[in-house]
C-alpha cells in the first residue's frame, strides 16, 4: 500500500520534458487489448499505486489508489457484505481496479447492475502537463463541471494517468439462483429480451453452446418464487459458470489462434451471419464472435444492429480494432486527447491510429 | 469566451427566415419577454433574439450562422431549469427545441425509446406504460422538464439511488455540434468504443453540442411498492436510519427525508398524517416482486424502531402510498405558503454528514435571520434546502444568496459538491471555484474548445473564467478547501 503519485508526476514532466512517450501499466493483465503499443516508448507503472484510500460501507462508496488489485478491493468489501456490482473481469491475480476503467470492462450483470463507468463517481488523474486533477466526488450525484471521470471509461489511458478513483459499491445478493435450458440461437434473443421486460429480479442472460443461462438474484422469497415461474433447470454450480463468464474462462475464449471479436450491438437484434461461433451476453448487448475476418469487412454486420465491433484479442493488432469513428467524431476526440496530452505522451496509438 | 457578434440582429432575423417559419423567428420584445429567464427567475436577460427550428437541418443552418459570425447560443427546452442554464445572452440566440416534440419510436422488447429532446420527461412514462414500462429518472418538475433538458443537466429524482441519474439511462443522443455537424455519440449497445462521449455530453449545461435526439432505456414497472414513514425526534437518528437501512443491503426505491419545518408545512398543505412533532422524517419505498417488497419492508420497519423512531407506519394499499408522497411531492409549494418567496439550494453530502449538516444550517440561519426548511433525497445525500425570504425587504434576497452560498461551501468542506442536480448554470458559478482548482477549471475550458472552438455554446455558464476565482476564493472565510475531505471537521 503505498501512494507514489508524486513519483508518477515526476516521471510524466521528464517525459514530457526529453519529448518521450508512456505506456501505462498497471498489473499488466490487459496488455492484449487495444492496438500494438508503441515500443520506444517507457513504461509508467502504475502498479505500485495501491491501496485503499477511504471506504465508508454505510455511503456504498469506495475512494482507491487505481494500481490496487480488484481481488484485494473485492476482499475488503465482502467483508462488508458489498461488492463491485458491475463484476469486472480478472484476466489474473493483478488486475487493476484503473485498468478495468481504462478499459470500461464490466461481467455479466452489466446490463441490470451497470458498468465500471457507471459506478465511478469521481477520479483524480494525472494530465499530459503532470498536472495532478480531481474531477467529480465521493457522493452520489454530482453534476459540477463536466463528467470527466466516466470519459476515461474506455479511453485506453489515451488521456491521463487515473491515479484514485471513487466508486459505488453495492450490497451482495442476499440469494442468488441459475435457471439453465437448451434453446436455438435464432429463438434466444427474443427469449432473453422477453424474459428482461418482466419485472423479476434477472441479474444475468447469456447463451453458448445450444444453451440459454438466466440469472436470478436479491431477496431469497423473490429469486425463489421467480424461478418457481419460469423454465429451465435450476443450475447446481450457477456461481462457478457465471465466474468463468465474468473472467472470460469460459471454453469459448480458450486459445488465441481465432480471433475475439466483440459486438456491442442493439439488444433485440438479429445475430450476424458470419463463419465462426457466438457467445451472446447481456441479454443480447454484448456479442462475443470467435472467426476469423478483418475490421472492415465486420462494420457493416455491427452497423446493422446498431452498435459497433472490436477487436478484442487476438488477430492483426497494428491496424485499427476499434469500430471506424466518423470525422466529425475523430475531429472532436482529437481535440479532447489535445486538451489533455497536448504532448501526445500516453499510450499513443493505443486506441486508434490517428489517436 | 465569444468575441463581439459581427451581425446585426436585423441581419441574423433575416438569414434565419429564409428557412425557418418567420413566425418562428422571434424578435420583438414582447414575444420574447417568456424566454427572458428559466425556474431560476432571479436571473433574467432578454436575448438578441429566439428561433424555433422544426428540423434536424435548420438547427445544423443556425449553428452554422451563429458560429461564423460568433453569435452566442442558449438551447432551451422548457425552461424549468434551477440554475438559470437557460438564462438567454444578450447578444445571442435562444434556440428553443419546443417543436420537436415527438416520441419517435418505443421498441417494448428492447425496452427503449427514441425521443426528439422537446418530449417531456413524464410523456415517456406515461406513453411506455401499455408495455409495462416507464422511465426511471423522475426530477420533480417531471410533469413539464423535456429530455433534451434532462440530458443537458444529467437529471435526477427521487430513485437515483436504485435506478441512476439520466447518464445511467440513455443509450445515444444525437447532437449538432458548434459547427452545425450531425453526430450521434453512443449506440443501441453498451459500452462501445473509445472515449465516453455520451458520459461527457450529460451534464454539459448546453456547453457542448445541441442534443436533436435522445434514445433512453426504459425500465419494467416494478410488480409492487410500498413506502414506510418513520418519524424521529432528532435529526441525528433520522440521518443515522439512513445508513442503517442502506447498510442493512436494501436499496430503496426511494429514500426521503424532510426536517420540522417541512414536515408541518407539508402536512397542513396535504394532510398527509405526518407525526408533526417528529424533527425528522423519513419515506422509504421499498419496490420489486411482491416477495421481495414484503421481505424488505419487514426489515425496514425493523431496521427503523430499532434506530429509535418515535412512529413507523406503511402504506397498505395505493391510496395510502399516494398519500405519503404527496406530502412530499408538494413541499416546495407547501413550504412557498408559509413564506412570500422561497430560494431552492442543491448541494450533496456523504449522507454521514446529514445530521451534522443540519445543524450546522440551523446555526446559520439564525446568523442571517431567515428560516430554512429541508427536504432531500436522503438516499444519495441529496439535500434541497429552501431559504424562506420575502423579496420585497430591501437586501432580503441578496442575504438569502450569502446565505445559500455558505450552504454550498459546507457541502464541499465536508466532501461533498455544490450542485446534485441543478447544475452550475449562472447561480453557482462561484462556487465552482471552491470546489475546482484552476488547473481543474482550465481543463475544463479546454474539454469545452474541443467541441466548440469558437465558444458561441452557452458563454459564461457552467465554468467560471479564472480571473474571477482568485477573487471569489480570497474574500474572507473562504478558504479553498480541496485537499480537504476528512479533515473538514473532525
Same mark, same amino acid.
Given at each position: 500500500m503505498a501512494d507514489i503519485s508524486q513519483q508518477l508526476k515526476e516521471q510524466v514532466l521528464q517525459a514530457r520534458e526529453s519529448g518521450h512517450k508512456l505506456n501505462i501499466v498497471g498489473g499488466g493483465t490487459k496488455a492484449f487489448m487495444g492496438r500494438e503499443a508503441d515500443t520506444d516508448a517507457g513504461t509508467l507503472n502504475v502498479g505500485e499505486h495501491t491501496g485503499i484510500v477511504d471506504y465508508h460501507p454505510v455511503e456504498l462508496v469506495l475512494t482507491v489508489r487505481a494500481g490496487t488489485p480488484l481481488s484485494e478491493i473485492e476482499a475488503t468489501l465482502a467483508e462488508e457484505g458489498?461488492?463491485?456490482?458491475?463484476e469486472p473481469p480478472h484476466f489474473g491475480a493483478a488486475s487493476t481496479i484503473g485498468g478495468t476503467l481504462a478499459c470500461n470492462l464490466s461481467g455479466p450483470g452489466r446490463p441490470w447492475a451497470g458498468s465500471v463507468r457507471d459506478q465511478v463517481l469521481g477520479i483524480r488523474l494525472l494530465n499530459g502537463k503532470g498536472e495532478h486533477l480531481r474531477f467529480g466526488g465521493q457522493v452520489m450525484k454530482n453534476v459540477a463541471g463536466y463528467d470527466v471521470s466516466r470519459l476515461q471509461a474506455g479511453a485506453l489511458g489515451t488521456l491521463g494517468v487515473i491515479t484514485e478513483i471513487s466508486m459505488k459499491v453495492m450490497p451482495k445478493p442476499a440469494a442468488s439462483l441459475t435457471l439453465v435450458q437448451e434453446m436455438g440461437m435464432d429463438e434466444v434473443v427474443h427469449y432473453m429480451n422477453s424474459r428482461a421486460a418482466e419485472p423479476k429480479p434477472i441479474t444475468a442472460a447469456c447463451w453458448v453452446d445450444g444453451k440459454v443461462y438466466l440469472r436470478l438474484a436479491g431477496a431469497k422469497s423473490g429469486v425463489e418464487a421467480t424461478a418457481e415461474k419460469w423454465s429451465g433447470e435450476v443450475m447446481e454450480e450457477g456461481d462457478h459458470f457465471w465466474r468463468q463468464v465474468q473472467d472470460m474462462r469460459h471454453e469459448f475464449f480458450a486459445g488465441n489462434d481465432v480471433p475475439l471479436w466483440r459486438f456491442s450491438v442493439g439488444s433485440t437484434a438479429a445475430t450476424p451471419k458470419l463463419e465462426g461461433n457466438w457467445f451472446i451476453d447481456w441479454a443480447g448487448s454484448q456479442r462475443w464472435f470467435r472467426g476469423a475476418g478483418e475490421l472492415k469487412d465486420l462494420e457493416p454486420a455491427a452497423r446493422a444492429a446498431g452498435g459497433q465491433v472490436s477487436l478484442f484479442r487476438g488477430g492483426d493488432r497494428t491496424g485499427e480494432v476499434m469500430h471506424h469513428q466518423p470525422e466529425a467524431l475523430k475531429g472532436i476526440q482529437r481535440r479532447i486527447k489535445n486538451a489533455f496530452d497536448p504532448d501526445n505522451i500516453f499510450n499513443p496509438g493505443r486506441l486508434y491510429s490517428w489517436l | 469566451m465569444t468575441t463581439k457578434p459581427k451581425v446585426s440582429k436585423a441581419e441574423l432575423a433575416e438569414q434565419f427566415r429564409a428557412f425557418i417559419d418567420p413566425d418562428y423567428v422571434i424578435t420583438d420584445d414582447e414575444t420574447m %419577454?417568456? !424566454?427572458?429567464? &428559466? $425556474? #431560476?427567475? #432571479?436571473y433574467c436577460e432578454m436575448p438578441l433574439l429566439v428561433v424555433l427550428p422544426e428540423t434536424v437541418e435548420q438547427v445544423q443552418r443556425v449553428m452554422r450562422i451563429c458560429n461564423e459570425n460568433a453569435v452566442p447560443v442558449v438551447a432551451r427546452g422548457a425552461g424549468t431549469g434551477l440554475s438559470a442554464g437557460a438564462m438567454p445572452n444578450k447578444e445571442g440566440v435562444v434556440l428553443s427545441l419546443a417543436k420537436f416534440n415527438r416520441i419517435v419510436e418505443i421498441d417494448p422488447l428492447a425496452r427503449t425509446a427514441r425521443l426528439q429532446p422537446g418530449v417531456r420527461n413524464l410523456a415517456i412514462s406515461e406513453e411506455a406504460a401499455q408495455y409495462g414500462l416507464y422511465y426511471g429518472p423522475d426530477p420533480s418538475s417531471q410533469i413539464a422538464c423535456t429530455i433534451g433538458g434532462n440530458v443537458a443537466e444529467n437529471s435526477g429524482g427521487v430513485?437515483? =439511488? %436504485? !435506478? $441512476? =441519474?439520466t447518464v445511467h439511462n440513455i443509450l445515444s443522443v444525437e447532437m449538432v455540434t458548434a459547427e452545425g455537424d450531425v453526430v450521434t455519440v453512443g449506440s443501441d449497445g453498451l459500452d462501445g468504443c473509445g472515449m465516453d462521449l455520451l458520459a461527457l455530453m450529460t451534464g454539459s449545461e448546453g456547453l457542448l453540442g445541441v442534443v436533436t435526439e435522445v434514445k433512453v432505456k426504459l425500465l419494467p414497472k416494478p410488480e409492487v411498492a410500498q413506502v414506510v414513514m418513520a418519524g424521529f425526534d432528532d435529526v441525528q437518528k433520522g440521518g443515522d436510519a439512513v445508513g442503517g437501512i442502506i447498510s442493512h443491503g436494501i436499496i430503496p426505491g426511494g429514500l426521503e427525508m424532510m426536517d420540522g419545518h417541512a414536515i408541518i408545512a407539508a402536512d397542513d398543505f396535504a394532510?398527509? $398524517?405526518?407525526?408533526? &412533532?417528529? %424533527?425528522a422524517l423519513l419515506l422509504c419505498e421499498v419496490d420489486g416482486t411482491e416477495e421481495e417488497v414484503h421481505e424488505h419492508i419487514a426489515q425496514a420497519e425493523e431496521v427503523f424502531r430499532k434506530l429509535g423512531a418515535t412512529s413507523v407506519r406503511t402504506s397498505q394499499s395505493e391510496e395510502e402510498r399516494a398519500l405519503l408522497w404527496k406530502g412530499r411531492k408538494s413541499a416546495f409549494p407547501a413550504v412557498g405558503r408559509i413564506s412570500p418567496d422561497y430560494y431552492c439550494m442543491d448541494g450533496t453530502i456523504p449522507r454521514r454528514e446529514i445530521a451534522y449538516v443540519l445543524t450546522e444550517m440551523e446555526k446559520m440561519s439564525e446568523e442571517f435571520g431567515l428560516r430554512v426548511a429541508n427536504v432531500f433525497h436522503a438516499g444519495d445525500g441529496n439535500l434541497h434546502p429552501l431559504i424562506l425570504f420575502d423579496a420585497n425587504v430591501p437586501g432580503e434576497f441578496e442575504r438569502t444568496e450569502a446565505f445559500g452560498s455558505r450552504i454550498l461551501e459546507m457541502c464541499v468542506e465536508v466532501g461533498g459538491c455544490i450542485t446534485g442536480e441543478h447544475g452550475v448554470g449562472v447561480e453557482k458559478i462561484r462556487q465552482m471555484a471552491v470546489q475546482f482548482n484552476d488547473e481543474e477549471l482550465q481543463q475544463f475550458h479546454d474539454v469545452k474548445a474541443a467541441f466548440d472552438p469558437a465558444g458561441i455554446l452557452n458563454p459564461g455558464k457552467g465554468v467560471p473564467a479564472l480571473r474571477f476565482c482568485q477573487e471569489y476564493r480570497s474574500l474572507e472565510h473562504k478558504q479553498h478547501t480541496h485537499e480537504h475531505t476528512e479533515a473538514a471537521h473532525g
Open positions: 458489498q461488492c463491485l456490482h458491475f | %419577454k417568456p !424566454y427572458e429567464c &428559466d $425556474g #431560476m427567475s #432571479m430513485h437515483c =439511488l %436504485k !435506478y $441512476g =441519474l394532510q398527509a $398524517g405526518y407525526p408533526r &412533532d417528529a %424533527k
